[in-house]
């Protein structure tokens, strides 16, 4: 029942019980996007994968190592992430010959964070509070984003792990030497270590190819009441800890499933698939600003809250005031799991509105600082209107000179992306002035339908029926609680 306390994400409930037990849908998006390419985008996205990878630099045309210690592990590990995209594009185009040089790339472009020798190798232990970190942010608490006092680190680690994920995937398990095994099992580690199994009276259980539980944290970032992840690390700050990319953070654990999926651990595979769950549900609840938030105004007039503190909320961004930076920080990078997170239809039509109105058009790049805001944003804009963001992006890459994209993007990865959305035809029900209102007469009134507008009644809920919650109000209940088996949650 509602209590008569409050927080800074709105309402505190009373949760009556000896145990609470909460359920989590996983979910069942792997390496590729969940349906084929829409035809009539199919040879266009063909042929700007090839010329992506006929780009690629060739083997030894510059020093991978210097490369990664000057884009520090987040920038390396998101051009890491980029190279994985057009090797999974490809792979799922059947394009394999193209699928494996990207691959090949990709693994070069990891080998550097994957190089055992303590001299050469970017990363250290940290026995102090037990984790991976840069020499370099171990040495100068700003450097790499504050990474040396565990910052970030699961967005770091994410793009890396997800990268590393898709290379197995594709050149196959042999692909990486046992030494980078280990190392890539410590960089897992760092960020998503297992609860450890106990049996009762008996010593705990830890799995031979599980990361070792006496050096690292249980998941250092999550926390698992909040259902999301803390990117602050040691650092003191006035709201306290705090995590500005929901979006990210969801990658590092995707990134976790998939290593699962390479590796044909299916028990890391479904614990990344847990903490995926939780860190989606989290966002959409509290990240994402719909009509089930219940965040006052003006506030509530955003539809993306872009840092969430301990004691506070914020609309803004650490580096800008742009709306539109805090909506796509918390869309980027654009992966088949992207899918499950950014939904429903309905909601992001609202944040591409939003978004648009902070650009003076899709097409043109009068502003080169808002260039690569700009590429990420019509990733956003296929979810709602896959033609129209289709069509921009071959504009694009006519573009002399090339355009400039975020470091997770290739134009044959963004067209691979829009070609495999699901069409968004129920938008067609709704007028543009009563669309972000949402009434259910303004369309069927078949059970699935009043599910999908938000209807509350735990009846028109499937997974609510399948658990016995044949009466009442769900989604809400009348405290004012969203329950898990919402469809607005799924």
Same mark, same amino acid.
């Given at each position: 029942?509602?209590?008569p306390?409050t927080?800074v994400?709105?309402?505190?409930?009373y949760?009556?019980?000896?145990t609470?037990?909460?359920?989590?849908?996983?979910?069942? +998006?792997?390496?590729?996007?969940?349906r084929r390419?829409?035809?009539?985008?199919?040879n266009?996205?063909?042929?700007?994968?090839?010329?992506?990878?006929?780009?690629l630099?060739?083997i030894?045309? *510059?020093?991978?190592?210097? @490369?990664a210690k000057?884009? $520090?592990?987040?920038?390396?590990?998101k /051009?890491?992430?980029?190279?994985?995209? !057009?090797?999974l594009a490809?792979?799922?185009?059947?394009?394999?010959?193209?699928?494996?040089?990207a691959?090949?790339?990709?693994?070069?472009?990891l080998?550097p964070?994957l190089?055992?020798d #303590?001299?050469?190798?970017?990363?250290?232990?940290?026995?102090?509070? =037990?984790g +991976?970190?840069?020499?370099?942010?171990?040495?100068n608490?700003?450097?790499?984003? =504050?990474?040396?006092?565990y910052?970030?680190? %699961?967005?770091h680690y =994410?793009? %890396?792990?997800?990268?590393?994920?898709?290379v197995?995937?594709?050149?196959?398990?042999?692909?990486?030497?046992?030494?980078?095994?280990?190392?890539?099992?410590?960089?897992?580690?760092?960020?998503?270590?297992?609860?450890?199994?106990?049996?009762p009276g008996?010593?705990t +259980?830890?799995?031979?190819?599980?990361?070792?539980?006496? #050096?690292?944290?249980?998941?250092?970032?999550k926390d698992f009441?909040e259902g %999301?992840?803390w990117?602050?690390? @040691?650092?003191?700050?006035?709201? =306290?800890?705090?995590?500005e990319s929901?979006?990210?953070?969801?990658?590092?654990? #995707?990134?976790?499933?998939?290593?699962?999926?390479?590796?044909?651990?299916?028990?890391?595979?479904?614990w990344g698939?847990?903490?995926l769950?939780?860190e989606m549900?989290?966002a959409?609840y509290y990240?994402?600003?719909?009509? *089930?938030?219940?965040?006052?105004?003006?506030f509530g007039s955003?539809v993306?809250?872009?840092?969430?503190?301990?004691?506070? !909320? $914020?609309?803004?961004?650490f580096?800008?005031?742009?709306?539109?930076?805090?909506i796509?920080v918390?869309?980027?990078?654009?992966t088949?799991?992207?899918?499950?997170l950014l939904t429903p239809?309905? #909601?992001i039509h609202?944040?591409?509105?939003?978004?648009?109105?902070e650009?003076? $058009?899709? %097409?043109d790049?009068?502003?080169?600082?808002l260039?690569?805001?700009?590429a990420?944003l @019509?990733?956003?804009?296929a979810i709602?209107?896959p033609?129209q963001?289709?069509?921009? +992006?071959?504009?694009?890459s006519?573009a002399n000179? &090339?355009?400039q994209?975020d470091q997770?993007q290739?134009?044959?990865?963004?067209?691979?992306?829009?070609?495999?959305?699901?069409?968004?035809?129920?938008?067609?029900? *709704?007028?543009?002035d009563t669309?972000?209102?949402?009434?259910? $007469?303004?369309a &069927?009134?078949?059970?699935?339908? /009043?599910?999908?507008?938000?209807?509350?009644?735990c009846?028109a809920h499937?997974?609510?029926l399948?658990?016995g919650?044949?009466?009442?109000?769900?989604?809400?209940?009348?405290?004012?609680v969203?329950?898990?088996c919402c469809?607005?949650?799924?």
């Open positions: 029942q509602k209590s306390f927080c994400k709105g309402d505190l409930t949760v009556k019980g000896s609470w037990r909460m359920l989590e849908g996983l979910t069942a +998006i792997e390496f590729s996007a969940p390419a829409t035809p009539s985008m199919l266009p996205t063909q042929s700007a994968l090839k010329k992506d990878v006929l780009s630099p060739p030894g045309a *510059f020093d991978e190592h210097k @490369l000057l884009t $520090s592990s987040y920038g390396s590990g /051009r890491a992430t980029q190279l994985a995209l !057009l090797a490809c792979n799922s185009l059947n394009l394999i010959d193209e699928a494996k040089k691959a090949e790339t990709t693994l070069r472009a080998n964070w190089d055992p #303590y001299i050469s190798s970017l990363l250290v232990y940290d026995k102090s509070y =037990g +991976i970190v840069t020499k370099t942010g171990l040495e608490i700003q450097a790499d984003f =504050g990474q040396g006092w910052n970030d680190h %699961h967005f =994410g793009y %890396h792990l997800f990268a590393a994920a898709c197995l995937h594709i050149l196959g398990p042999h692909s990486l030497t046992s030494t980078q095994k280990a190392a890539l099992a410590a960089m897992l580690g760092d960020v998503a270590t297992e609860i450890p199994k106990t049996i008996k010593r +259980i830890r799995r031979g190819n599980a990361p070792n539980q006496n #050096y690292f944290p249980v998941a250092r970032h009441y %999301h992840s990117a602050s690390g @040691l650092f003191e700050m006035p709201m =306290g800890k705090n995590q929901s979006s990210e953070a969801t990658h590092c654990y #995707y990134g976790v499933s998939l290593l699962g999926v390479a590796t044909n651990d299916y028990e890391l595979r479904d698939r847990l903490l769950a939780m549900r989290a959409r990240w994402h600003v719909s009509g *089930f938030n219940r965040y006052p105004e003006p955003n993306v809250v872009s840092i969430i503190g301990g004691n506070l !909320l $914020s609309s803004q961004t580096f800008g005031t742009n709306k539109l930076f805090a796509l918390n869309s980027m990078p654009f088949p799991i992207s899918e499950d239809p309905r #909601y609202k944040c591409v509105e939003q978004a648009v109105a650009l003076p $058009s899709l %097409h790049d009068d502003d080169p600082a260039s690569s805001w700009r990420l @019509l990733q956003l804009v709602t209107d033609t963001a289709f069509s921009v +992006i071959i504009a694009l006519m000179p &090339p355009p994209l997770t290739s134009i044959g990865s963004m067209l691979y992306w829009v070609a495999t959305r699901p069409d968004p035809g129920f938008l067609n029900f *709704f007028d543009d669309y972000t209102d949402y009434a259910p $007469s303004h &069927p009134t078949t059970a699935s339908r /009043r599910a999908e507008m938000g209807e509350p009644m009846a499937d997974r609510c399948k658990y919650l044949n009466n009442g109000n769900c989604c809400p209940t009348e405290a004012n969203m329950l898990w469809h607005a949650l799924q």
